[in-house]
């Protein structure tokens, strides 16, 4: 595949202008596909960072300010540009992150759907009015804005990320300074564009590449109101010590490692299609990426047959070929990793029963980073691959006798981002949902990613803090709850007030 799109420069954007990246030390971008360098990405200073926040700084009094319609006709033309830019947006992504250009157009799909669901902050930025606390006092609550926030995003959705921060902070009135991951910055790179074409005021959103240098040099500035990541979780807690030493608000979205459960009811058809999904979508680079699976006796055989017959079936090859069903994952070391997840399996005890260490690949793709679809069998909890996030196309299979020991798993799991059971019996359904100690959960799905309008977090350690990204909750991230206390004042009366006719109600109001 003609690399169409390697000759994009990799730059930050600050107060409205791509600048240059001089003599910026740089890191070079590959195409986890074919292994082929494709651009090379700035690492950029403490000093540059501090540049960018000055930037949201500047800028952040003015947009506050503009009107609630003029500020979400801004949010309004994101989504069409987004609608227009489909595909160049997904191929970006499909190059440098190498998720498979169907996911890709899926990710930037549900971006649109968050973005639309921005339109509907002047609804749900509206605070509340409480009429008499005392006699003609009235109480209210503002829903306001904060300031300037920062985001750091992971390799692994750099669309989605983009779409859980910058459209509700910018919506609610806040201004952005935004971090990528070195691994997958073409996205940001073009979405800056698009948003400077629509003519989003200069500092409002400022993107800035890099390393953690650049985020670390936020914890002790004033002007930074909070910092939000999603990425590992010693990532998020690194960043909530800085932040909570600061007195910064955070919104962490950390690791995960997702359990699925097949009852023996499980329809089965269904399971398979949907752990193939699960699984290996996204080369299981995925932070709702089914990783153990927990089957009870009765059906284990056939589904670790079953399983097996259909994984073996997953093609391998270039991201951005239609083709193929999984693309590579993310990089060199990324592969290392997993491969020691798999010797680490082994000599653990558990079964190799799908070995994806050297899979088919197609002639161009010989120096991409790729691994096959994997599977261990006769795995128990304690077992490191049951318990560490691989983050790769390995599977874990548990045996397990009911659902019990399945939700005995879970919550003996230091991580809860999600899990999900199949089964048909509302019973155990109910079961699940009430007692899986997780943030999310599936029914009959592989994966448990709800709909933009609701939050979206793990629990544990998936989640530093307990702020989650999406809907409502996001809305109420970006923005502080300001009281008013409101005396009417009626002119007739003015004057007549002694210390002595104090009325027993306002004295009262005013404890505290
Ligand atoms: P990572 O933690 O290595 O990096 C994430 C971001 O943080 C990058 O931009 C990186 O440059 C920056 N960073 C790294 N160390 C830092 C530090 N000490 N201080 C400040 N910034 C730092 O994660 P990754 O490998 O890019 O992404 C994969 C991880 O993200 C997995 O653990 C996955 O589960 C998680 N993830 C979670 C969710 C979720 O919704 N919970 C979603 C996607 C990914």
Redesign the pocket.
């Known amino acids: 595949m003609s690399e169409v799109n390697s000759i994009i420069e990799i730059k930050n954007f600050i107060n409205g202008e791509w600048i240059s990246n001089g003599d910026l030390e740089t890191v070079q971008l590959k195409n986890p596909s074919t292994g082929e360098v494709i651009s090379n990405v700035p690492m950029s200073t403490p000093e540059i960072s501090e540049k960018a926040v000055q930037a949201a700084a500047d800028a952040y009094p003015a947009w506050r300010s503009t009107p609630l319609p003029k500020r979400m006709d801004y949010i309004f033309k994101i989504c069409t540009v987004m609608q227009e830019n489909l595909e160049e947006l997904a191929q970006a992504i499909a190059i440098d992150q190498a998720k498979h250009i169907s996911e890709a157009r899926g990710e930037v799909g549900r971006v649109i759907e968050i973005v639309q669901m921005a339109c509907s902050i002047p609804t749900l930025m509206q605070g509340e009015t409480i009429q008499g606390i005392a006699t003609n006092i009235n109480g209210r609550v503002i829903k306001a804005p904060l300031g300037v926030f920062c985001g750091?995003?992971?390799?692994?959705?750099p669309a989605l990320?983009f779409g859980w921060f910058i459209p509700i902070a910018i919506g609610t009135g806040n201004t952005f300074v935004y971090?990528?991951?070195?691994?997958s910055p073409l996205f940001m790179q073009k979405m800056m564009q698009l948003l400077s074409d629509i003519g989003l005021p200069n500092g409002v959103v400022n993107v800035v590449h890099g390393?953690?240098e650049v985020?670390?040099t936020w914890y002790e500035n004033d002007d930074v109101a909070g910092v939000c990541?999603?990425?590992?979780?010693?990532?998020a807690k690194?960043?909530a010590q800085g932040c909570g030493r600061n007195g910064k608000k955070t919104m962490l979205?950390?690791?995960?490692k997702n359990f699925l459960v097949a009852m023996e009811d499980a329809p089965m058809d269904l399971l398979i299609r949907e752990i193939l999904m699960s699984g290996y979508g996204s080369a299981g680079?995925?932070?709702l990426a089914v990783s153990n699976i927990a089957v009870v006796d009765e059906i284990y055989d056939e589904f670790v047959e079953r399983l097996i017959t259909a994984s073996k079936e997953i093609t391998l090859g270039d991201a951005r070929d239609p083709d193929i069903i999984m693309g590579p994952v993310i990089s060199e070391s990324a592969k290392e990793r997993i491969l020691n997840y798999i010797d680490i399996g082994l000599n653990q005890g558990a079964t190799l029963a799908l070995d994806g260490r050297n899979p088919d690949l197609p002639v161009a793709n010989k120096d991409g980073y790729f691994i096959g679809p994997t599977i261990f069998t006769d795995v128990t909890p304690c077992m490191q691959i049951a318990k560490e996030?691989i983050?790769g196309p390995v599977l874990s299979i548990l045996k397990v006798g009911c659902i019990d020991s399945a939700l005995k798993m879970i919550s003996d799991h230091d991580m809860g981002?999600g899990a999900c059971i199949f089964t048909q019996n509302t019973f155990y359904t109910e079961k699940f949902i009430n007692e899986a100690d997780v943030g999310m959960v599936g029914v009959n799905v592989g994966v448990c990613a709800p709909h933009p309008y609701l939050p979206?977090?793990?629990i544990k350690n998936?989640?530093v803090g307990n702020n989650k990204v999406q809907g409502k909750d996001a809305v109420d991230f970006f923005t502080q709850n300001k009281v008013a206390t409101v005396r009417t004042v009626d002119p007739m009366d003015n004057g007549s007030i002694t210390a002595k006719n104090i009325d027993p109600s306002v004295r009262s109001c005013v404890a505290g």
Do not use: H, M, W
Not at 229 to 234: A, I, R
Not at 253 to 256: F, I, N, R, S, V
């Open positions: 750091v995003a992971p390799f692994n959705f990320v971090k990528p991951s070195t691994d390393e953690r985020v670390e990541l999603v990425g590992s979780t010693p990532t690194a960043i979205l950390g690791g995960a680079q995925r932070c996030e983050f981002n979206f977090g793990g998936s989640l």
